[in-house]
């Protein structure tokens, strides 16, 4: 059972920057892809953000955010980062981490197929 436990929300003018931090615990981080998702008001959790493999050298990124968002790991810390930047009013949401076992290297962009999640971080962007 992996329990993953997000970081680094807040209150951001649009046009800065926020790093989220997801810290993985109860299982070997290296045996799973990560990602992050994203949920506004009203609406489901399955708003793809960024994805990345075990080995952190492979990434996915949602249209919405390509250029602006990065995802990356450190297997060491067992924790998963996203870097935002250039940051706007839409970008408002709670952000979720979240963790798939995979077999094989892969990135997972699927929501249906993540195993694991947190609890959700909220990012609010104001204009």
């Known amino acids: ?19 989220l931090s997801c810290v993985a615990s109860g299982g ?6 990560a990602g992050w998702f994203r949920q506004v008001p009203g609406k489901e959790r399955d708003e793809f953000v960024a994805a990345i493999n075990r080995g ?4 996915v ?5 390509k250029g602006r968002f990065t995802i990356s790991r450190d297997n060491a810390k067992n924790t998963v980062y996203l870097q935002m930047n250039s ?7 709670v952000y979720y981490c979240a963790a798939d076992y995979t077999v094989q290297s892969i ?17 609010t962007v104001s204009s």
């Open 28 to 33: 070997t981080f290296t045996l799973y892809s």
């Open 61 to 65: 990124y949602g249209d919405s955010v």
């Open 107 to 123: 990135v997972t962009v699927s929501t249906a197929q993540y195993d694991y999640w947190g609890q959700g971080t909220q990012v």
């Open 56 to 59: 952190g050298d492979s990434t």
């Open 87 to 93: 940051l706007k009013p839409e970008d408002t949401a």
């Open 1 to 19: 059972q992996v329990q993953l436990v997000e970081s680094g929300g807040g209150l951001v003018q649009a046009g800065g920057s926020l790093r």
